[in-house]
Structure formats: C-alpha cells, structure tokens
C-alpha cells in the first residue's frame, strides 16, 4: 500500500509524462469545467437570470434583478434581496445557491443584493436536475419566476 506521500509523488510523475496532451489532468479539468459552465449559463439565461461567466472559478454569479417584482417581498425589511430570494428559490423551485450579500458587512450588504452564486463543479447527475427545474421555471414565464 502507498503511502499518501507516494501516491501523490506517482501522480505527479504520471501527469508530468502527461502534461500538454489530452489525457492531461490539466487539459481535460479546464474542459469540462468549461462545458458544466456554459450549460448552467445557458439555463440560468433562459429562467431570466444574468449570468456572469467566470474565466477561472468553480463559481457563477447571477443578476437576479428582473425577479424583485415578481417575487412576493420578505417580511423582514432589512433583508437582503438575494437571502430572500434564495429562500423562495429553495421553497417554490427547489433549487439551492447562495446569497452574494452573505460574504459582506451590513454597511455593503445592499450593494449585491442583486447577486445570487452557483456551484457548478458538481455531478453531471445533479447538473441534470437542476437543468430540469430552470427548464420547468422558464416554461412558466413570464407569469410565474
């Protein structure tokens, strides 16, 4: 059995034997992060939010902004959009991402509230459903967002 310092010390001699080709880590990682990228992009475009697509990050920001009226508005006055717009997005759609607002003071807070941020390193399988509730979402446009 290797220990972990081995296994980590062959896996680098492996990629190295391997780097710049298209068996490498570093070439395929990039591609297929690139493509789960695009794909959320493209449903979260087509629900009618804004994304903004990153150039090296596991991360998407969107702009929710078109969804303030037609969301029903919190109880809480002080809180931020994006909080209470995740909140019904969990609720209503089922699908989970994560306050911008959340990774700032109280005094910058309101300043992006209009951001929402998504995962999209994850599974194709789970990349699948959330690609099948953006496509039941949009369907209900523009009564219901």
Known sequence: MLS????????????LSLFGTPDS?????PQELKQKRNRLAQ???????????PEGSYYMM??????KASVPPSK?????????????MM????LAAIPVSAFYSTPHKKMFEHFIRFCFV?????????????????CQQPTSP
Request: contains cysteine.
């Open 76 to 88: 809480d006055a002080d809180e931020p959009f994006d909080h209470h717009f995740v909140k019904w």
């Open 43 to 53: 449903c979260l475009t087509e629900v009618g939010m804004e994304p903004i697509i």
């Open 91 to 94: 609720k209503h759609k089922r």
């Open 25 to 29: 880590y570093f070439v395929q990682l």
């Open 122 to 138: 994850k599974e194709n399988k789970t990349l699948e459903a959330a690609e099948e509730i953006l496509q039941r979402w949009s």
């Open 62 to 67: 969107a702009d929710i902004s078109r969804f």
């Open 4 to 15: 972990c310092q081995e296994a980590v010390s062959y896996m680098f001699k492996r990629e």
